[in-house]
């Protein structure tokens, strides 16, 4: 069966979408069968990322590793059984359709609470959590003291997490491997940082996740969005000389490639993702046309 990985959170912004594009193209890019989903059926963030990939890459008459979008099949009411949910109906299509062709099936959900996104939660075997550092997006998992800043309690989504661990459980699935991303860390200790990563320490001990350095905040991936690029593209595209932020960048993805420790995915197939680039040039900065910044 396809391993599933959902990327969840029910808050916007915290580059989810970002982060469930580059990890499905590094699968694809090691050589697995990568089956991709988008949940959000309003914003569509991971959908258009990846067909503004297929169009770039028509334009350009390029060819670049793809993970296997798929739309969801909309569910016609004859076919439902009695009480059955149609958006129930559409996701459990489209993971039949994509299983037996795909490896990893990645699912994107979106920035709220809906039935699709508590239903993929279920599904997960993988489920990565990208946080931005800071407590207005921890408070998205737990309450905290804001005299002491020790944990009172879990909030509304990992309940639902809760949840679905439980109803994974009744059917006899493995657990739930909850992974907590901090986004847009900074690069220095400040007394917020340690603070807020004291507090997800307590949490994860808990109610169970492990927590892991995600991305920080780099320009390069607002400027890759608009071509569905990634960072382990460039060096396709003629781009030989990097400078020290899109390396860094770089090695942060091969870092979480491995913390993911998904099945068939050794460490040192994780830090051989892409490439060895040559010795960095930090007087060459990589801006893409039409780029903002």
């Not at 420790?261 to 050794?266: K, M, Y």
Request: net charge negative.
């Amino acid at each position: 069966m396809a391993h599933i990985i959902v990327f969840g959170n029910e808050k916007g912004g915290s580059g989810k979408s970002t982060t469930c594009m580059h990890v499905s193209t590094a699968l694809v890019r090691m050589g697995f069968r990568v089956g991709a989903l988008d949940l959000d059926l309003r914003q569509r963030s991971f959908g258009r990322y990846v067909e503004n990939r297929l169009a770039f890459l028509a334009r350009e008459g390029l060819e670049l590793p793809v993970p296997d979008y798929r739309e969801l099949p909309e569910a016609d009411a004859a076919g439902l059984a009695p009480g059955e949910n149609p958006y129930d109906h559409r996701l459990s299509a489209a993971v039949a359709e994509l299983e037996p062709v795909s490896d990893f099936i990645v699912i994107d959900c979106p920035g709220s609470h809906t039935r699709l996104s508590q239903v993929a939660h279920s599904l997960a075997d993988t489920l990565v959590t990208p946080l931005n550092d800071s407590f207005i997006d921890f408070d998205l998992l737990a309450r905290i003291d804001p005299e002491t800043s020790r944990v009172t309690g879990p909030s509304i989504y990992a309940e639902m997490v809760w949840s679905a661990r439980q109803l994974r459980a009744r059917a006899g699935l493995k657990p739930i491997d909850w992974i907590v991303l901090r986004n847009r860390l900074g690069a220095q200790q400040m007394h917020n940082k340690r603070k807020v990563g004291a507090a997800l320490d307590q949490l994860s001990r808990r109610i169970g996740f492990r927590v892991a350095p995600g991305f920080s905040e780099r320009v390069i991936f607002r400027e890759l969005f608009p071509r569905g690029l990634t960072l382990l593209d460039l060096r396709d595209l003629g781009i030989e000389n990097l400078n020290m932020s899109n390396l860094a960048a770089r090695q942060e993805l091969r870092d979480l490639m491995a913390e993911l420790r998904l099945p068939g995915v050794g460490s040192q197939q994780a830090q051989g993702v892409g490439a060895a680039e040559q010795a960095p040039q930090p007087e060459i900065e990589v801006v893409l046309d039409g780029a903002d910044g």
